[in-house]
């Protein structure tokens, strides 16, 4: 990994904007916390087979995020077992959900939390994986249709409802690692593929 992706990480409660005002770290907390559960609910207005804040808020937050956010420095396997267990946990809670929409939550709202607000342990950014739908599967269709290694994995499925065991879960997210190998990015970087605003 080179060095410009050896972004600081910090626990949430350390995390503060530099300014001429008084800090309100308790607010920024909330602040962050909010807008990435809102932005997770949101998610689920296009094909989620639920999509009612009572139902879907407590599925965002059934994780046990602390894990993520207080502690030393990070591993992927320490990471990887974290989301598998987090994943199944959503789906456990709730059967309709497929595998596939119990990890884009998670994806959701981890990208909110620890690659644009910049919280969670070192290294996590490096370990967080990108929110598959059907945007990133256009988008790297359309940059890598010619790449057999990259699409047989993240094409193993089309429609997230269909990603229905965790295994077929990570094979796309084996797939999105060897993407960001070619590209020299962070794996959450591959979201840089989505096609979801195209017009």
């Known amino acids: 990994m080179s060095r410009k992706h050896e972004v600081p990480h910090r626990g949430l409660h350390e995390i503060s904007w530099v300014?001429?005002?008084?800090?309100?770290?308790?607010?920024?907390?909330?602040?962050?916390?909010d807008?990435?559960?809102?932005?997770?609910?949101?998610?689920?207005?296009?094909?989620?087979?639920?999509?009612?804040?009572?139902a879907v808020y407590p599925l965002i937050r059934t994780?046990?995020?602390d894990f993520l956010f207080e502690g030393d420095e990070i591993s992927a396997s320490e990471f990887n077992a974290?989301?598998?267990?987090?994943?199944?946990?959503?789906?456990?809670?709730?059967?309709v959900l497929s595998v596939g929409w119990a990890a884009?939550?998670?994806?959701i709202y981890?990208?909110?939390?620890?690659?644009?607000?910049?919280?969670?342990?070192p290294r996590l950014i490096q370990c967080i994986h990108p929110p598959i739908d059907n945007g990133l599967w256009e988008g790297i269709r359309s940059k890598y249709e010619g790449n057999p290694d990259i699409?047989?994995?993240?094409?193993?499925?089309?429609?997230?409802k269909d990603i229905d065991t965790y295994d077929k879960y990570i094979t796309i997210i084996c797939g999105c690692q060897l993407i960001a190998k070619?590209?020299?990015c962070l794996l959450i970087e591959v979201e840089e593929l989505w096609q979801g605003t195209m017009i």
């Open 104 to 107: 884009k939550l998670i994806n």
């Open 63 to 65: 994780p046990k995020y």
């Open 151 to 160: 699409i047989t994995r993240t094409h193993i499925v089309n429609r997230i």
């Open 110 to 121: 981890l990208k909110t939390m620890v690659y644009l607000a910049g919280a969670g342990r």
């Open 82 to 95: 974290w989301h598998q267990e987090s994943t199944l946990a959503i789906r456990a809670a709730n059967s």
């Open 19 to 33: 300014t001429g005002m008084k800090k309100n770290t308790s607010a920024r907390e909330k602040i962050i916390k």
């Open 182 to 184: 070619e590209r020299g």
């Open 35 to 54: 807008f990435a559960e809102w932005t997770a609910f949101s998610a689920t207005r296009s094909g989620c087979p639920i999509k009612s804040r009572n």
